[in-house]
Structures are given as C-alpha cells and as structure tokens.
C-alpha cells in the first residue's frame, strides 16, 4: 500500500490572514493564490501490516518529537476516513528554499495528503483532498490545484465547505513571480502567532474583514480578463493591508526590513517609468514581485542591483498535485 506525488508551494495574492476555528484550520476569509512551478515537495507513503509505529523521513533525516507527532496527527484523520488503523513509513525530499520565505507546509500538507490517501485506498476527488491538505496547513489546501485557486472559508462549523477551488489552470495566463530574498533569519513572530495575536488583538483586524471581500472581486475579475494592471494593483493593495493589521496588534510587530521597503520602493519606481511589477509580503521580510513574462529580465536585472538583495527565485504558474 504505497503512493508517491509531487506537490507545488503557492504564493497568496489574496491573503488567509486569520482563523475562525484553529483546530480545523478555517479562516475568516476567503484567499487567492497562484500555485509555482519551480519549487515542490515529492512524498511516498507506505502504510504497512506489523508496523508499531509512524515513521517520517524529511530530506533524508529521521524526524521525531513536535514534527512526528503533527504527522502523526495529520495521518489519524486519513486512518479515521478510511476506517483503517495501519502505520505509514513517510518519506519526503522537499524542493522549497524556506530561507526565501516559500513555505514548504503548502507543498508539503497537500503531497502527504495526497499520497496518504491513495495509499491507504481512498479515491478522493480534489474537493475532499483539499478538505483533508487543509487540516495539516491552511494554505495546503490551494496547493492541490494548479494554476490560480480560491480557497472558500465556508460557513460550517464542521469545516465540510471550507476547500479550495481553481479559478483558471497555469496555462492560462503565464505570469512571472520573482523571489526576492533579503534575509534567510528565523523571523521572531511565527506566522501562526502573528496570525492569532492579529485577530485576538488588532484593532485594526475589522476593516481587513470588511474591504476583504472588494480585492476578491476584483482579483477574480483581474485573473478572468488577464487583467494584469488590476490584478497587480489588488494583490499589493491586500499585502499592504495585512500588514498594517500588525501594526496595531497588542504588542505591535512588523514583519518588514529596511531591506523589504527598499525592494516596494523600486518596484514602485519601476512602475512610474512604464514597467508594470507590483510587490505582495507575506509574513517575513521576503518580497514576491509579480510582472508580466515580457518584462521579466529587466525587472530581475534592476532588483539586483539592489545592495539588500541577496538572491532572487524566478517562477511561474504551476501544476496542481501530481501521482508519480
């Protein structure tokens, strides 16, 4: 009883910022996200008669304490759905510089839910693949799709219509999406403690609620007409926003660098000459500048002249999860 799949990091262009319910991670806000093609996790799962126990392999290593047991966690509710108590051997090689601020938990969630079921003899389709991808790590739920994805936040308790959804497949609409690594530190706030402190505390957490809904019309509208100009000015509309919810979070934190407003800067100068690039943040000092494919070298080349830059990932969009 075996399975291998290949899943791909997403980037929010519309961002999960907050949870209604933490168990079940499902979020006060719907998102939006594009799924990339160059950074992936590959898991194979193995669930075997006479194992005692869960086994995890991470790139190679044997994982125990904290990490073990989410796996653990994560792999109860595929058991529970099958109706079947057998132990996994879980090996996965994960493609994902976390440094850069690409979240692997996306990649990650979605291939180990994927493969999981599979293995243990579920025909699940998308929906309820992503229902599952959710539970290990919210924004995993948009990395079972390819291309461009919403991923509903529901309106249950149980969680049964929170599941993402694509709104156009990566061939599409080809974009560029530049990684703009300005530091590889361990970030003091985590995202879920961000995340939580911001809704617990943020005074400023209401109006994010109350304008979230015109940047998903609008982001919707921008990807349905290729509209880039208008897709471009909500997604860095939204990243703006979210930010600011930090700032008035008791204690206040900020995510940013000098280094992250130098990046917004030129990118914003970039624009004023005619070049269109708009800049998303998600919760790191790390930057994603989004451009079209024709302008994609020369917005690269003026991004590296920046002293604060030390590396810069080129993607596009990519598939959704794949069986190997």
Known sequence: MQAKVKAHTNIALIKYWGKRNEQLFLPTNNSISITLDRFYTTTSVTFQEGLTADQFMLDGKEIQGMELQKIKTFLDLIRNKANKQLFAIVESVNNVPTAAG?????SGYAALAAA?????????????LSIIARQGSGSASR?????????????????????????????????????????????????????????????????????????????????????FELLGTVLERNALKMHATTLASNPPFLYWTGATVDVMHEVEALREEGILSYFTIDAG???????????ETIVKERLEQLNCVQQIFVCHPGPGVEYL
Do not use: H
């Not at 703009?180 to 809704?199: D, I």
């Not at 000092?285 to 302008?295: A, F, L, S, T």
């Open 102 to 106: 690409f979240a692997s938990s996306a």
């Open 116 to 128: 999981a079921s599979k293995a243990i003899g579920l025909n699940l389709n998308e929906e309820e």
């Open 143 to 227: 990395s079972v799709y390819g291309g461009y994805v919403e991923w509903q936040k529901g309106e249950k308790e149980d969680g049964t219509d929170s599941y993402a959804t694509q709104i156009m497949p990566a061939d599409k609409w080809d974009l560029s999406i530049l990684s703009v690594m300005v530091e590889a530190k361990e970030k003091k706030v985590l995202s879920r403690e961000g995340m939580k402190r911001t809704v617990n505390t943020s005074s400023f957490y209401q109006a994010w609620l109350d304008t979230i809904d015109e940047d998903l019309i609008a982001a919707r509208q921008g990807i349905k007409n290729r509209d």
């Open 285 to 295: 000092p790390n930057v994603k500048v989004i451009c079209q494919p024709k302008d």
